[in-house]
């Protein structure tokens, strides 16, 4: 069975402080797929990145930086020099390997930036 | 591209009353989802449709749930009779191609059901 746990429920930085989100997953497939979505207020999940189980490189995108560790099963996000707009609900989520997706969210983090 | 559209934004309904969630996917997208998401929960899977047929429906309480998906591109689905539990935002997401496992999903703004 697959599992995803974001043990922050809400977090609260002021405006130009870096923040982390954390993920730890749980799957038995070699091969997998992990996600991070943002939900706004408004409602809508927004897709932000994939990553397969064997890319361990780490990314980064703007202000957004992701770090993929296999050995302690994390995909942890990082906001670097936060700003308002990045207040959200952030989901992560793990797919599955084989024929169609089946995919299990987090219960997400609630990520409030103060001006 | 024109995104995921869902109708209506929002529902209010007594309970036992019956109500219907309508989504639209991206154009092209054969693969369809549709989610229950609780308040300050993650979303979870109800039923997945490739094209227009049902790839899982595990999760869906089919006693009172229903999707159909009539020639593979909108979606309509239904709960009847509603239970105050059903209470969420109903969330239609779609995915390119045949909804492989590395395919993110894109997502309407969702449906807020209240059950009063």
């Known amino acids: 069975a697959q599992k995803v746990t974001q043990a922050q429920t809400e977090i609260s930085v002021v405006e130009k402080e870096d923040v982390t989100l954390d993920c730890v997953y749980e799957?038995?497939?070699?091969?997998?797929?992990l996600f991070w979505y943002k939900q706004p207020p408004s409602g809508e999940l927004v897709f932000l990145i994939r990553?397969?189980?064997?890319?361990?490189q780490n990314e980064i995108s703007g202000r957004y930086s992701w770090n993929f560790q296999k050995s302690t099963s994390s995909f942890n996000f990082t906001i670097t020099a936060s700003q308002v707009v990045d207040s959200a609900v952030y989901f992560c989520a793990l797919s599955n390997s084989g024929g169609y997706q089946k995919v299990t969210f987090g219960t997400g983090t609630k990520l409030q930036v103060i001006p | 591209e024109a995104g995921v559209a869902q109708s209506p934004r929002y529902k209010i309904i007594e309970k036992r009353q019956s109500v219907a969630f309508w989504c639209n996917p991206i154009s092209g997208h054969a693969t369809l989802y549709w989610y229950q998401q609780i308040l300050g929960q993650g979303p979870k899977l109800l039923i997945q449709f490739q094209n227009n047929g049902v790839v899982d429906d595990s999760q869906l309480p089919k006693d009172r749930f229903s999707a159909e998906r009539l020639k593979g591109v909108d979606s309509t689905l239904k709960i009847q009779p509603a239970k105050l539990e059903d209470s969420a935002v109903y969330l239609c997401?779609?995915?390119?191609?045949?909804?492989?496992?590395?395919?993110?999903?894109?997502f309407g703004d969702g449906t807020r059901l209240s059950i009063l």
């Open positions: 990553r397969n189980s064997f890319d361990e």
């Open positions: 997401a779609s995915s390119y191609g045949q909804g492989g496992p590395n395919q993110p999903q894109h």
């Open positions: 799957t038995r497939d070699t091969t997998y797929y």
